[in-house]
């Protein structure tokens, strides 16, 4: 398969793959940005950071567990099981939290999510930017990827100055 490169395009060899599995497969696709050695410093956040050091996650103990996340996987992230996070906390609620969805030795990746009802207050950059400051203390390379369609969180991405990679490509 000779395919010219577009990063918006499904690659050919990724979709026969996908039409040869026994079952539906579906494909999403968007861009993958890497950490720079220097993070843009985003505003302040309005609301209180916690991150995952001891007394953050003493503190967490103390959280409200947001609805999405299920209390083993809380239990999981709070007490560091799951890699670093940092938390923009209202009323003792996490209201926009980056963590480690994925990393090994020397990479992480970021995920990030954040209350429908304090989306736009920038509190997503400042989270990551919490979370890649805690992460960069182990980690060489930090990533951070989304959906083609999720225009908020690639301006996360701009905002932090984060450098584009490439485009990632799931298949579920």
Known sequence: MDQEYSPDQLPDALNCLAANFDRTVSVEGGPCFVFPDRLSIPDPAPLPIIISTTDGQRAAQHLIRPDNWQPGEWNELINGRMGEWAMAVHDREPVSICFTPASNASAAEAGIWTRPDFRGKRLAPAVVAAWSRREHRTKTV????????????????RSLGLTPLGWIWTAR
């Open 142 to 157: 930090l990533f951070y990827s989304t959906t083609a369609d999720n225009h908020a969180s690639q301006s996360v991405a």
